[in-house]
């Protein structure tokens, strides 16, 4: 019957020894039927250095009964001698001692028998799962536990974007084109009605991203109003958008706004240097055509004639401005001038 040996070694390269220089170190631990297989550590820049032409000396340290033992004495051999941090050693990481299989990788094949075999991926215990969890609370202690196991971690995604990592980018990717049901709306609306905002009475201090930014200077700017275009706004936003005020709310408004001007009247002053804003032809063009042809509904023109009954003329009373005409030299209104005066006058050709 084969014995099987576990031990932990020290390798040393003995190459820069005779060099006179600092010779490097390894600590690991091996698992062998034979103490003469040459086992050169799994180790890659040990290796290499092998491959060169480097010697090394292996020298056991301790013999083990079992795996699980031996994997602790190494965990803990490493830690006393700071092989990690120390420049003389060849260790990088420290092996969790609890786990024989580290670092290991399974196979395809194998991998999908055990996702086969795997109990919890059966559609009739996720259904058990999610019967039993579903309605359910948890309670103030078991919020504490989550919580307070929670605290000082950092988010794995904190300061990552799309195109820094792919991860966030799958998950942008999957959750582009889903649009909520009315129902997930709702609930979501009742679960945080009455509770207060987070960040409510909080500031950050921090600038906007995006501000004085334009889609003309800035490419990121440019995507998010491309992906905004055309995009589908559910019913129960369109009707909470319509949703007339309030006889309290108005009310309200009344009762701030009494006594208050609504606009402020202009002095001579501010009249004389004032210069109106100058409207190009392209702006005026679409602004016509986007009035032509429109139809007023029948409430609309009885609303509009409502409002104005009883109520006198803007111009009433009011004196048309005047201009003489060059040629029969007659004080004559704007409309009437466009008309019959000016080029169009009778007296031109005389």
């Known amino acids: 019957m084969e014995i099987a040996y576990f031990f932990t070694y020290e390798i040393t390269n003995i190459s820069r020894r005779e060099k006179g220089l600092n010779p490097f170190k390894y600590l690991g631990q091996h698992c062998t039927f034979n103490l003469e297989d040459l086992y050169k550590s799994s180790c890659k820049p040990l290796r290499e250095d092998i491959k060169n032409g480097d010697k090394y ?68 215990i996720i259904e058990k799962i999610v019967l039993k969890t579903t309605g359910k609370k948890r309670t103030k202690e078991q919020c504490e536990r989550i919580n307070n196991s929670h605290k000082g971690q950092k988010a794995w995604s904190k300061g990552l974007t799309k195109d820094t990592d792919e991860r966030v980018k799958k998950i942008s990717e999957n959750l582009k084109g889903k649009i909520k049901s009315e129902e997930h709306i709702k609930n979501i609306s009742i679960a945080l009605k009455g509770k207060p905002s987070k960040f409510k009475g909080q500031k950050t201090g921090q600038i906007s991203w995006c501000k004085g930014l334009t889609k003309d200077t800035d490419e990121r700017v440019k995507k998010i109003s491309e992906k905004l275009k055309g995009r589908i706004v559910s019913e129960y936003t369109k009707i909470k958008q319509r949703k007339p005020c309030k006889e309290e709310t108005k009310l309200k408004i009344g009762i701030a706004n009494k006594g208050k001007l609504l606009g402020t009247k202009w002095s001579e002053e501010r009249k004389q240097n004032y210069i109106p804003p100058i409207v190009s032809r392209e702006t005026r063009n679409k602004i016509s055509k986007a009035l032509k042809g429109r139809i007023f509904s029948d409430d609309h023109i009885a609303k509009l004639s409502k409002a104005k009954k009883g109520k006198p003329s803007w111009n009433k009373g009011k004196p048309a401005k005047k201009i003489q005409c060059p040629f029969c030299k007659r004080f004559i209104d704007n409309m009437n001038f466009k008309k019959w005066h000016g080029e169009k006058c009778k007296l031109k050709s005389k």
Request: aromatic residues 16%; positive net charge.
């Open 57 to 124: 000396e292996l020298s056991p340290l301790n013999f083990y009964k079992n795996i699980f033992d031996l994997g602790y004495a190494e965990h803990t051999l490493i830690k006393e001698r700071n092989a990690i941090k120390d420049k003389n050693y060849y260790n990088t990481t420290n092996p969790l001692y609890f786990n024989y299989f580290f670092g290991k990788k399974h196979k395809l094949s194998s991998l999908k028998l055990m996702s086969k075999n795997n109990c919890m991926h059966r559609p009739e």
